[in-house]
C-alpha cells in the first residue's frame, strides 16, 4: 500500500511539448519526459492538457489495450477513427474511447482555438475488454455540485464540478483521487496556497477534503481504486 499523501503538481510542473499549433501538458511521465517516479496513477497512465490550434492536432494513430477519455474545456474536437465514423466533441461533453485490441484514429481542432484534457486507463482485464467503441455524451452539471459524469472502465469514476466565487465542494476520499484545476482557482486552503488553471491535487488514501473556488472555477476530478502496476501496451506517442 502506498503511504497516505497530498501531492500538488503545479502546472508549470508538468512537461510541456510544443509542435505547431500544439502546446501539450503531460501530468505523468510521457514520451521523450521519461520520470520512472511518475509513470501512472492508479490505473491512469497519462494526463494530458492539450491547447491546439484550428485544424491542429493529432493525425491518425494507433491505441490498443486503452480507455481514453477526453473532457472539452473550451472549443471543439472533431474525432475520426477507422470505422469513417465522425463526431465533434464540444465543452462540458466527455468522449470515451475503448480501443479493445486497437483502433486507429484522429483528434483535430475543429474551431479556431481548442483546448481539452484527456486521460487514459487500463482497463482491469485488457483480455476481456470490449472491441473498440467511441462515445459522446453531455452530463446535466448543477452549480456548486460535484456531478458523477462517467465511469469509463470499473473502479474509476470522472466528475465534474463547476464553482461560483465562495462556492464549497468536498473532494471523495478513497485510495487514489486527481483533481485538475481545468479552469479558474482555489482559495489557500490547509493543504496547499491558492492553485490555479492547470494545478492539480493528487491525494492517496487520503478521507475527503473540502475546497472553495476563488474565482468562476471548474474541476475534474477522477476517484481511482487500486489497480494492476503494469504499464499499458500499445501506448502510442501522442493523442
Known amino acids: 500500500?502506498?503511504?497516505?499523501?497530498?501531492?500538488?503538481?503545479?502546472?508549470?510542473?508538468?512537461?510541456?511539448?510544443?509542435?505547431?499549433?500544439?502546446?501539450?501538458?503531460?501530468?505523468?511521465?510521457?514520451?521523450?519526459?521519461?520520470?520512472?517516479?511518475?509513470?501512472?496513477?492508479?490505473?491512469?497512465?497519462?494526463?494530458?492538457?492539450?491547447?491546439?490550434?484550428?485544424?491542429?492536432?493529432?493525425?491518425?494513430?494507433?491505441?490498443?489495450?486503452?480507455?481514453?477519455?477526453?473532457?472539452?474545456?473550451?472549443?471543439?474536437?472533431?474525432?475520426?477513427?477507422?470505422?469513417?465514423?465522425?463526431?465533434?466533441?464540444?465543452?462540458?461533453?466527455?468522449?470515451?474511447?475503448?480501443?479493445?485490441?486497437?483502433?486507429?484514429?484522429?483528434?483535430?481542432?475543429?474551431?479556431?482555438?481548442?483546448?481539452?484534457?484527456?486521460?487514459?486507463?487500463?482497463?482491469?482485464?485488457?483480455d476481456a475488454a470490449p472491441g473498440p467503441s467511441y462515445d459522446v455524451s453531455t452530463p446535466s452539471l448543477e452549480i456548486g455540485v460535484l456531478t458523477r459524469v462517467v465511469e469509463p472502465v470499473p473502479g474509476a469514476v470522472f466528475s465534474v464540478a463547476r464553482l461560483e466565487p465562495g462556492d464549497n465542494v468536498t473532494l471523495p476520499g478513497g485510495p487514489f483521487v486527481h483533481v485538475l484545476v481545468a479552469r479558474g482557482a482555489l482559495l489557500r486552503s490547509s493543504m496547499a496556497e491558492p492553485l490555479q488553471d492547470g494545478d492539480a491535487f493528487r491525494f492517496t488514501d487520503e478521507g475527503p477534503h473540502d475546497v472553495t473556488a476563488a474565482v468562476p472555477t471548474e474541476l475534474l476530478v477522477w476517484e481511482l481504486a487500486a489497480g494492476r502496476e503494469e504499464r499499458a501496451t500499445g501506448v502510442a506517442d501522442e493523442g
Open 1 to 126: 500500500m502506498m503511504p497516505v499523501s497530498v501531492e500538488i503538481r503545479r502546472a508549470s510542473a508538468c512537461f510541456v511539448e510544443r509542435t505547431e499549433g500544439r502546446l501539450s501538458r503531460h501530468g505523468l511521465s510521457f514520451g521523450a519526459a521519461y520520470d520512472p517516479d511518475n509513470l501512472r496513477f492508479g490505473p491512469m497512465v497519462c494526463h494530458d492538457d492539450h491547447l491546439l490550434g484550428n485544424g491542429r492536432g493529432f493525425e491518425t494513430h494507433r491505441h490498443s489495450d486503452l480507455v481514453i477519455v477526453s473532457w472539452v474545456v473550451s472549443g471543439q474536437l472533431t474525432h475520426t477513427d477507422s470505422s469513417d465514423a465522425a463526431h465533434t466533441v464540444s465543452p462540458g461533453q466527455v468522449a470515451v474511447l475503448t480501443t479493445g485490441p486497437g483502433v486507429e484514429h484522429s483528434e483535430v481542432a475543429s474551431s479556431p482555438q481548442t483546448r481539452f484534457v484527456q486521460v487514459w486507463l487500463t482497463p482491469p482485464d485488457s
